[in-house]
T-cell receptor
Framework: DVKVTQSSRYLVKRTGEKVFLECVQD?????MFWYRQDPGLGLRLIYF???????EKGDIPEGYSVSREKKERFSLILESASTSQTSMYLC???????????FGPGTRLTVL | AQSVTQPDIHITVSEGASLELRCNYS??????LFWYVQSPGQGLQLLLK??????LVQGIKGFEAEFKRSQSSFNLRKPSVHWSDAAEYFC???????????FGGGTRLMVKP
């Protein structure tokens, strides 16, 4: 079974803190994604990566950065967290040859 | 750019009743379409997908969806809903490059006993 894990299920941070969200997949997938999920807005893509050290901006990259140093790991970074970044963050992965994305359980981030 | 609309934010059905969740898409070419389900506190799980061929697609948990090009729709159906189907459902379309999904806003399903 494909497994996508995220480092935390719940996280509480203060405004201005630097926040790291980690995602690991165990299926040797080339593509990895970070989404944010807000009520009524569905999932919106923040960034994705199609290979190690490669990244592409999604629909809402402002205020975020990403890092992919190893194929299995994709990190989302909030350089200076703001209350508007309080949300659910979902990581996903897929292979180059397949179209299905496999999702992690999500991290619910609260910024106070 | 592609887009997906799920017109119903919330739907409540009685257990045992039939279900239809609506999804409309905007896309220039033949779309690749997906339905995902998110149970409370969980990530998203793929229910079914449509790439080509038969326009009626069968998925897991007794769900099916029908692709109608003339209506730009990909509605999800189930003949008899179970209480465990209470969840949020997302429709999505794949982009031209085949590497990015655009999601609808989701429909939250509640099931009455």
């Amino acid at each position: 079974d494909v497994k996508v894990t995220q480092s935390s299920r719940y996280l509480v941070k203060r405004t201005g803190e630097k926040v790291f969200l980690e995602c690991v997949q165990d299926m040797d997938h080339e593509n990895m994604f970070w989404y944010r999920q807000d009520p009524g807005l569905g999932l919106r893509l923040i960034y994705f990566s199609y290979d190690v050290k490669m990244k592409e901006k999604g629909d809402i990259p402002e205020g975020y950065s990403v890092s992919r140093e190893k194929k299995e790991r994709f990190s989302l970074i909030l350089e200076s967290a703001s209350t508007s970044q309080t949300s659910m963050y979902l990581c996903a992965s897929s292979s180059h040859t397949g179209n299905e994305q496999f999702f992690g359980p999500g991290t619910r981030l609260t910024v106070l | 750019a592609q887009s997906v609309t799920q017109p119903d934010i919330h739907i409540t059905v009685s257990e045992g009743a039939s279900l239809e969740l609506r999804c409309n898409y905007s896309y220039g070419a033949t779309p690749y379409l997906f339905w995902y389900v998110q149970s409370p506190g969980q990530g998203l799980q793929l229910l079914l997908k449509y790439f080509s061929g038969d326009t009626l697609v069968q998925g897991i948990k007794g769900f099916e969806a029908e692709f109608k090009r003339s209506q730009s729709s990909f509605n999800l159906r189930k003949p008899s809903v179970h209480w465990s189907d209470a969840a949020e459902y997302f429709c999505a379309v794949l982009n031209n490059a085949g590497n990015m999904l655009t999601f609808g806003g989701g429909t939250r399903l509640m099931v009455k006993p």
